[in-house]
């Protein structure tokens, strides 16, 4: 149910103002009623006289100056039923029954923005180089995220809970050309880039941490932490120093910095986490309790470089984006150097084999599953995550319309496309744009057992009337 | 400025929408699936969530399969045949990391079928027995109870040091005992384990008192629980504590001085003639006390599932028997002489053409829908005739009767007679060894009395102060949950 308003203000065509108000309700939340807000603010300069007289109207073809600020409100991804506890139905040898299979939360409310936005437009050579450059800053309060509980609680399924807040922050630029213009060729040109600083500001109460997992609760791993005073989705993992020449076993920190080493198969009277300094029975390594904050999965930089060529009746167009500033876990590395029975990557023919070796690749022992942070996620499997893509690359020819004579065919153009053909990175995992937690915010950046982003070629005509 | 080309334009609009729909639509009622709020409406209702508590119990990763399992697979009859980490052998080899398959799939099935239980203890107090009425409301409560007991029992006999080492003085379990609906209670310390086993023998104490002396159908009797289903799991659970005349209180409530050992009271619980018939259809002999039925129906899923199946570990992962997970181990109880080749119970082992051997109680094929034993009568008489011998530290001779009434079953032609009472002690874990085989007691049977869990093949035996002879705890426990410590 909503309820909204609207003013609006215009002045001369050079100064604008306008305001809306909103209240809504909805159903899913616990807490249904939000009301919303905002303002925006713009000046065309180019309408003042002092433009002309100065003399500015020469340089420039446009200029404009905007601001808004409102608050908004956020429902996406949320099941229809969050709110509820739930009964599922199942069996107990022949019998139905009904079985206490999710949970939900009463005090769900909306997650809401606050949105500062200040823009500047301008263009320069008769329009035919216009730059946008943005300052913005976003403030969500109550974000919503399926929080995973202590599984000692025995809670069912992750709840759907305004966790806390979280900001995003920075720079957007946006250049627009048209480099070169003839009757017979023509070349378009768009490059943006932007700048972007996540932080999370705060965690509800009785919150410190938020960990996503990635797979299953029994079989999965947890890389992805989120905490105040870090980026979204953080990885958090165990920190490793190499392997131990004298024993070839991998070298761990715990908590304290200080060296553990660990053997899969422990011979009686020995123990399987052992301090490297001097040889005493150490604590097991656990994610929970000597694991750091290590790097972010949100990408600093990102943008995109498109350009459009047509020559007579070809067209052609090329597309590349870029990440830049980010890390992904290649979970899919543990998995491929893994001790167990099965496919592995070669590059463990290095392995460490006697006394005094020096290798990246500790002892092999059949079934170690944790050297190589199958179990608990290490820092050996974090690797940069910056990429340059070809997104998209297409040629079309457009059939002139005389071919067509009296038919009512007035357009049609063949053309060959493909996405993702290329990719320039020195990420060792197939794509690293990809995570495995889907669109989850607070699980990117883990590429376990993922596949890359399609490559995808498409041949067409397309006909107009 | 020119004031006289001044254009000015206002433009000034108002606009007020109000979509509108109708106020019903914003509390919506479930249309797939029974909301908390009325789950305790109906009598239907409340009985269909009793048998969803026993369900969760029977879930294949908790003990309608690998509970038991893992209790078979850690002590010294097994040997590994596959390396595969998700089918415990990481279990078997006794180098369980925190994150393993088994720890965190035990650990959270284990307290989902706990909090399954609290959240329905709650909603009968505050709704459910005002519809059932004071008695059968009292007897749901008592089966959630018990399958709370059952569950923090199984918990303790992994991650916790057994109750001999320091009388129940060190860390439990975290002790949870209203239901959790909704976010914001993942903290929660650990109990001792004295506390934890006080709070099992408080819910065993109020089950005997309010669940029926018996059901209605043999099939009932086995399935779910009355009286001498909270009785007999009593004997069990004091004696892993040592406490012997509290297990000898519990099994006289049932159990004649003289033979046949026959229960006296309630479900006339007996030893059935042929030890087979156990594991066979219909699964409800007088033996049963309590078994986890299955059938095939794969959704909803009522069988332990894939990896789950005590068919598929220790029988056969496909159609041939002796291609699985676990072989029995050569050097193993099944070497042992003292069990002779004429006894019954060497009928339930198969031997493969590679000459393996392999347990044979479970042998339904795929989806292995064996129902699952959780306790039968031969354990009750052996939990007392070891308490008898152990309090009265004496050849006991109701404990002689009771030991040669298991021995006879299946091998009649012998007659144990130990000498001593160590040697009484031995054969008595001898004849558990050998009668539960399959059955998950043996790792539980070690611990309790602290003794070694021997070697067997490439896995390293474990003594009783090493790391590993109780399990980590659960990676996610101890990221989730602040106040939690690991072992």
Known sequence: ?465 | MNKRNLYIAILCSVIVFTSSCKKEFLDPALKTSVAAENAFDTQFRIESQANSLYGSLKNGSFYGGRYLVYGNVRGEDFINETGNLVTASDVWGMNLANSATSVKGLWSQGYLTINRCNVFIDGMTTKGTSVVGDALGAKYVAEARLIRALSYYSLLQLFARPYADGNGSKPGLPLRLTGITGPGSSDLARSTVDQVYTQILADLNYAETNLPATNATAALNTTRAHKNTAIALKTRVYLSMGKWAEVITEANKLVPAVAPFKAKVNVANDLVTDIASVFKTPYTTAESIFSLPMTSSASPLDYPGTQNSLASYFYFTNATPGTTEFSLNPTGIVANTAWKTTDKRRALLFTSAASKQFVAKFTTASPYTDWVPVIRWAEVLLNLAEARVRSTNTVDPQALLLLNAVRQRSDATTTLAPATVADFTDALLLERRIEFLGEGLRAPDLTRLLLTIPLKGSAPSKGPTESGYIWPISSDELSLNKLMTDN
């Open chain 1, 1 to 465: 149910m909503s309820y909204f308003g609207r003013l609006n203000y215009n002045y001369a065509g050079k100064y604008f103002l306008s305001g809306n108000l909103r209240q809504d309700e909805y159903s899913a939340l616990g807490i249904k009623k939000g009301t919303f807000w905002g303002a925006s603010a713009g000046w065309e300069i180019t309408k003042e006289n002092f433009w002309a007289t100065s003399g500015l109207d020469k340089v420039f073809s446009s200029f404009k100056i905007k601001g808004s600020y409102g608050k908004v409100g956020n429902i996406s991804g949320i099941g229809d039923y969050a709110t509820f506890s739930t009964y599922g139905s199942a069996l107990y040898g022949g019998i139905a029954s009904s079985i206490y299979s999710a949970s939900g939360n009463k005090e769900l409310t909306w997650e809401t923005s606050k949105k500062t936005d200040i823009g500047l437009n301008f263009g320069i050579l008769k329009g035919r180089i216009e730059f946008e450059i943005d300052y913005y800053k976003n403030n969500i309060d109550g974000l919503i995220l399926n929080v995973s509980q202590s599984p000692s609680t025995g809670v069912p399924s992750s709840v759907a809970t305004n966790i806390g807040s979280m900001y995003n922050k920075g720079f957007e630029f946006n250049v627009n050309a048209t480099p070169l213009k003839s009757t017979d060729f023509s070349w378009n040109s768009n490059f943006n880039i932007a700048y972007n600083k996540n932080e999370v500001t705060a965690l509800a109460p009785g919150l410190t941490e938020i960990i996503t997992p990635t797979g299953s609760t029994a079989t999965g791993e947890n890389v992805n932490r989120s905490i105040p005073g870090y980026s979204i989705g953080y990885l958090y993992v165990v920190k490793t120093g190499g392997v131990d020449p004298a024993t070839g076993r991998r070298i761990f920190y715990n908590a304290a910095g200080r060296a553990v080493t660990y053997q899969h198969i422990v011979p009686t009277g020995q123990s399987q986490w052992t301090y490297l300094d001097n040889g005493a029975t150490a604590p097991a390594i656990t994610q929970g309790a000597d694991a750091v904050m290590y790097h972010n999965t949100a990408p600093k930089f990102y943008g995109g470089f498109d350009n459009t060529f047509r020559y007579k009746n070809f067209d052609l167009n090329v597309m590349l984006t870029y990440q830049l500033g980010f890390w992904v876990s290649y979970g899919t590395n543990a998995g491929l150097h893994d001790q167990r029975y099965w496919n592995n990557a070669v590059d463990v023919l290095a392995r460490w084999q006697k006394p005094g070796d020096i290798t990246q690749f500790p002892r092999a022992v059949y079934t170690d599953n944790v050297s190589y942070g199958n179990t608990i996620p290490l820092d050996i499997n974090i690797f940069k995550g910056n990429f340059v893509k070809l997104r998209n690359l297409s040629i079309g020819y457009t059939i002139p319309q005389t071919a067509f004579g009296k038919t009512s065919i007035n357009r049609l153009r063949v053309y060959v496309a493909g996405q993702n053909l290329a990719i320039m990175t020195k990420y060792p995992g197939p794509d690293p744009e990809v995570s495995s937690n889907g669109s989850s915010s607070s699980g990117q950046g883990s590429d376990r057992n993922s596949g890359p982003n399609a490559r995808t070629y498409t041949m067409g005509l397309s006909l107009g009337f």
